[in-house]
């Protein structure tokens, strides 16, 4: 079974961003989901990196290496079921694996509006970029739902409230 994609979250090429809470939010409502952000986020309907879609702050500096951003990928298991446990086992293996300095910071199961899931938080270094992943992982109907807020490890205290606002207010319709 291949894992791999829930690493391309960490990918991105996007414009760089940063936060700003102050806004009206706004809300994505899909067949299966939806989520709310802030109204100065930018939101791109998915296909970039097998994502659903990818939610971006404004622009902060020309300088920055990365787009702090939420994404969500869906992952078909087709017919190979699996559970909650046995996905999470499996990512967090990977996270040491494959990422440089592959750390768990955090590993928990929790509950939101009715619904398990599984909130990862791992810190690890791509290239020259010491970065920070927090996942909600899901799992419906036989799909894995991976919720990723990343940003770079140094500006964790910055962008930590409000990408975790954010995914909290992922939920299935």
Not at 111 to 132: F, P, Q
Not at 148 to 169: L, N, R, Y
Request: glycine share 6%.
């Amino acid at each position: 079974m291949d894992f791999s994609i829930l690493f391309l979250s960490i990918f991105s090429n996007f414009l760089h961003v940063s936060s700003d809470t102050t806004g009206d939010w706004k809300t994505y409502k899909g067949d299966i989901y939806s989520i709310h952000y802030p109204s100065s986020w930018e939101f791109n309907k998915g296909g970039h990196m097998n994502t659903h879609f990818i939610l971006m702050s404004p622009t902060e500096s020309t300088e920055d290496k990365l787009s702090e951003n939420v994404n969500l990928i869906v992952q078909d298991m087709g017919n190979q079921p699996i559970t909650l446990s046995q996905y999470v086992g499996l990512s967090t293996a990977q996270v040491t694996a494959q990422l440089k300095d592959g750390t768990i910071l955090l590993n928990e199961r929790k509950s939101i509006n009715d619904s398990e899931y599984h909130h990862l938080i791992y810190s690890g270094k791509m290239g020259d970029l010491h970065l920070v992943f927090n996942q909600h992982v899901r799992i419906k109907d036989n799909n894995v739902y991976v919720l990723t807020f990343t940003c770079e490890f140094a500006k964790m205290s910055q962008w930590q409230t409000i990408g975790e606002e954010v995914m909290k207010t992922f939920s299935f319709n």
